[in-house]
């Protein structure tokens, strides 16, 4: 195999580094069993961050994160846009596990994924609508600057209800607990579109 044929330019190299805590392939307790037994039947492998991560907690910590995608499912904003500020954020922290759990999901749900491998590009992509351009320019900001633009957010607000404004700020931050939690223990892409093409 050729060194070409073993990047993906959103995931990176297939061989990547080691986590900086071994991962738990047997875990403790009842509940962390079936954890594993689930995500093993939902994405065909045990979740990198659960074996890394997770495992060494007490169940209330999981649960916590399990929490924000539950609440997800309470989001006015359409699955689509919802599904776009995450990817963003993750790309911008460089979150390689999320990135690919994002893709993943968009999949899954039969999103626009060219939208996705276009977020290079938003702002002069046409496949992008003015409002999801406000929107990811402020999302851009706020990730990477943690701060905001006035004007950012006023030719962000004009497409978006006060409430949608909110949940987008929830999701971004919510986002971050995602990505640091893997950032910080060197958790890399489980590869789950690969997993997903091959079914």
Known sequence: MSNSENVDPYIGNRHTMDTLLAPIEKPQGLMMKLAY????????????????????LPAAFGMFYGKVSQLDKKLQLPQETAALVRQQVARL???????????????????????????????????????????????????????????TFARMAKYYSEREICEIVY?????????????????????????????
């Not at 990135?99 to 491998?117: G, L, P, V, Y």
């Not at 002069?124 to 351009?133: K, M, Q, V």
């Not at 999701?171 to 091959?198: P, Q």
């Open 93 to 151: 922290n460089i979150c390689l596990f999320c990135i690919d759990a994002s893709r993943w999901d968009a999949i899954q749900k039969s999103m626009n994924t060219a939208k996705f491998e276009a977020l290079d590009n938003y702002a002069t992509d046409p496949i992008f609508s003015a409002g999801e351009r406000a929107l990811l320019d402020y999302v851009t900001d706020l990730t990477k600057n943690k701060q905001v633009d006035p004007d």
């Open 37 to 56: 037994y689930f995500t093993r039947k939902q994405f065909g492998k045990v979740l990198m961050p659960l074996k890394v991560h997770s495992a060494r």
């Open 171 to 199: 999701i971004v931050a919510s986002e971050h607990l995602y990505n640091l939690t893997n950032i910080g223990l060197n958790i890399h892409s489980d590869m789950l579109c690969d997993i997903s093409k091959r079914k």
